[in-house]
């Protein structure tokens, strides 16, 4: 059995690793938020430094809120490659720059240390059940072994290809989700502009072709307007600029990935940065001169 250690007890980190001590009986743990780390403690895993991972584990995960701050969990001056043992494996399962993550993965190869980009969709209610999508890159022999603690933290686990891919997977992903949730915030903006109930529209719309996972996972949010982060706008804003910038690298044209970009942008201006995606309704609501509810 791996010693395992888990690093970023965020919205999405605390469960998953909570998912993990029920699978493995055991996590070292850390986090810049104290009261994190202890509800983690009291369920059975011991809070650690990075640098006492990096002598004591065989696999550390991380999800982190930007590819900066891996960096600097990895490579700053108190990071975890200076004192990784060769042979540990780094699964990074943020959410970063696809030219940031092949960074990562080549620096801690030439060490010694094996790496998997292992990014997840489905957000906090997937994370807290267990069933997260996650889309894995790096080599197979690395995959397969890190491959039961994914599922114990996934309910749909792939190996898309080398390192990297795990990442582009996340990027195609983020253009599906986001767009979608965007889509669903202008058209309820219009059903209230044209004077038709959301709850109504959701009926008589979600069993249809319009059905997807953001209009069924998100609706009640908006309903009861309830932005309390799921999705944080600033975090959604952060990874469009990632897909973005893999299309500017890849000379690939995103003009609806662009437009989601400037709304998350009006977002964040009007200081709903630490509020949930489905905010976008109120941006859609000011632009049509919309009584906000």
Not at 145 to 172: D, F, Q, R, T, W
Not at 174 to 187: G, K, N, P, R, S
Not at 202 to 229: C, E, Q, W
Not at 264 to 288: C, M, N, P
Request: hydrophobic share 45%.
């Amino acid at each position: 059995m791996h010693t395992i250690g888990f690093i970023g007890l965020g919205i999405m980190g605390r469960p998953m690793a909570k998912n993990l001590i029920a699978a493995t009986g055991g996590l070292l743990v850390h986090d810049l938020n104290g009261a994190a780390v202890a509800d983690l403690v009291a369920r059975g895993a011991t809070a650690a430094s990075p640098a006492a991972m990096a002598a004591r584990c065989d696999v550390i995960f991380l999800i982190l809120p930007s590819g900066p701050v891996v960096e600097s969990v990895l490579f700053g001056a108190n990071g975890l490659a200076g004192k990784l043992k060769p042979g540990t494996i780094v699964c990074d399962m943020s959410t970063n720059e696809l030219a940031e993550t092949r960074s990562f993965a080549e620096r801690l190869t030439a060490m010694g240390v094996d790496f998997i980009d292992a990014p997840v969709s489905g957000g906090e209610p997937k994370a807290v059940s267990g069933e997260l999508a996650i889309m894995a890159g790096g080599e197979t022999r690395c995959y397969e072994a890190v491959l039961p603690y994914l599922k114990a933290m996934g309910g749909e686990v792939n190996l898309v290809g080398g390192h990297g891919s795990g990442c582009a997977a996340k990027i195609i992903n983020q253009i599906l989700v986001h767009v979608t949730m965007a889509a669903v915030c202008e058209a309820y903006a219009l059903a209230e502009k044209l004077g038709v109930d959301i709850a109504t529209v959701y009926k008589a719309v979600g069993a249809g072709s319009a059905s997807s996972a953001m209009l069924h996972n998100r609706t009640g949010k908006i309903l009861k307007r309830d932005f309390s982060p799921g999705a944080k706008v600033s975090i959604v804003h952060k990874d469009i600029k990632n897909v973005l910038a893999a299309g500017q690298d890849a000379d690939m044209p995103l003009p609806l990935t662009g437009m989601v970009f400037d709304l998350l942008k009006a977002a964040k201006a009007a200081h709903f940065q630490d509020d949930d995606v489905t905010r976008l309704l109120t941006i859609y609501e000011r632009l049509g001169g919309i009584a906000e509810q």
